[in-house]
């Protein structure tokens, strides 16, 4: 089955085309033609020309950034853009989520259905949609929301992933908190799951692994697309054991949104290092699997910096030692999903995550994990291991995000910047309780 990538605002754009790049480079190495067939299937059509067109549609409201990312997929020779599939205009949102969400949105949402639709009837068979879009800035937020809200009424029986980017703590733009506020709380009614990766963490990633001097943009994106990749290419999936999972987002979400009041999705990918480092590297699986695990419960999205401290509950434990768990942040999890990808895969022993202490007490491990394999190594890592998690790994931003939104908005700072393009501020409260209720969810698993 197919997936149509919606690309929307300068960051989805940017790193939706680092994906088609990472897949297609994956996909076409030669390694396993079955793999590279349901990779091609997954995320590409044919043409008459023989270079392989992206399911894709990209959406901005500025041409600069669609203009090089059509010409850079372009460039590579491997793939490119459809000639039709792109949507832009001339004015910006400025960076507000009521301006792309309440102007952008409704002015151009028939034009922009249109593109989608023609992308979504030549997929043979439709697995749903992957949304990639920022948290930060006025078209991917508020354009990106009010498009998901229409792929729901367009397509009720398809399935919705939104990829979200999250902005730098430190701030990117003044409004950041309200736009992330504002997306995430109307994206809880309308999307099937929402899978979030952090700039901070990446730019970490970038310094401390990757060994990269001057981190820019390109770079970042890069880990993204890979680390998102490693999700989203085939693998064997629990249902189907020699085969290739067919339908991509079913299998993702029937593994991970076991309810519907938790749909925050976070990523953990290991290993990840400079070509020069990774050379000098070997892996095993015991290994990976268990810096993976700890990483999981300590809730450390990179393997510099892993918090050994952090041990899961046991059983019937002491007010001192739960009281020392928390102060070390234990992370508690709903539901996991383990894929590994390269040699000897079927010799890794993924027990360690099947233990009931690392899940909320109402989920059997049994519903909570599941566990994908495929013998194909995936980009340049003989053996990768990725850990897409439904747990308390968002409590953090998420709450420090709707607290300053809350500090902001207490003080009407900025408010009218949103009023007056048809946000009321009874939608803001709406919001915000809505918010408030997803982080007391997420807070409660650990109860």
């Given amino acids: 089955m197919s997936l149509v990538v919606v690309q929307i605002g300068q960051c989805g754009n940017q790193i939706g085309q680092q994906l088609f790049e990472v897949v297609s480079m994956d996909g076409q190495c030669g390694r396993n033609e079955s793999y590279g067939n349901t990779s091609q299937e997954r995320f590409f059509s044919s043409s008459t020309d023989g270079v392989p067109v992206a399911r894709a549609v990209l959406i901005d409201m500025e ?8 010409s850079k997929a372009a460039s590579s020779g491997r793939w490119r853009y459809g000639a039709q599939s792109a949507f832009c205009q001339k004015q910006g949102s400025g960076n507000n989520w009521a301006n792309g969400f309440c102007v952008h949105g409704p002015r151009h949402e028939e034009a922009v259905m249109d593109l989608i639709q023609q992308e979504a009837e030549k997929c043979e068979r439709l697995s749903g949609f992957v949304t990639m879009m920022s948290l930060a800035g006025g078209t991917g937020s508020g354009l990106g929301t009010f498009v998901t809200q229409c792929l729901r009424d367009r397509y009720p029986h398809s399935l919705i992933l939104n990829h979200l980017t999250w902005p730098y703590g430190t701030g990117e733009i003044i409004v950041q908190n309200y736009n992330t506020m504002l997306t995430l709380s109307h994206l809880h009614q309308s999307s099937d799951a929402l899978l979030i990766q952090e700039n901070d963490i990446i730019h970490k990633i970038c310094s401390q692994l990757l060994n990269i001097k001057q981190i820019s943009f390109t770079d970042i994106n890069k880990v993204i697309a890979h680390q998102l990749a490693s999700v989203l290419q085939p693998a064997h999936t629990r249902n189907h054991g020699t085969e290739y999972g067919s339908n991509p987002l079913g299998d993702l979400l029937e593994s ?37 695990r700890q990483m999981l419960m300590a809730n450390t999205k990179m393997e510099a910096g892993i918090d050994w401290r952090v041990k899961p509950p046991l059983g019937l434990l002491s007010a001192a030692n739960v009281s020392q768990n928390k102060e070390l942040h234990f992370n508690t999890s ?13 010799e890794a022993d993924a027990g360690l995550f099947k233990e009931q202490a690392l899940y909320t007490s109402w989920m059997p491990v049994d519903s909570a994990f599941n566990i994908w394999r495929t013998p194909t190594s995936f980009n340049k890592y003989e053996k990768s291991a990725t850990l897409v998690s439904n747990s308390q790994c968002l409590l953090k931003p998420l709450d420090s995000a709707v607290t300053k939104a809350w ?32 982080i007391a969810s997420y807070s409660n698993l650990g109860l």
Avoid at 281 to 286: A, D, E, I, L, M
Avoid at 413 to 438: N, P, R, W
């Fill in 63 to 70: 041409p600069k950034v669609i203009s090089h990312t059509v």
């Fill in 256 to 292: 991970l949104v076991t309810h519907p009041e938790y749909k925050l999705l976070g990523l953990m990918n290991i290993p990840q290092m400079s070509d020069t480092s990774l050379q000098f590297s070997t892996f095993t699986w015991p290994g990976l699997l268990k810096h993976l």
């Fill in 334 to 346: 709903l539901a996991n999903l383990l894929i590994l990808r390269g040699k000897d895969v079927q």
């Fill in 407 to 438: 500090d902001m908005f207490a003080s009407r700072a900025y408010v009218h910047q949103y009023t007056k393009h048809g946000i009321s501020e009874e939608e803001f409260l709406d919001s915000f309780t809505t918010m408030e209720q997803v």
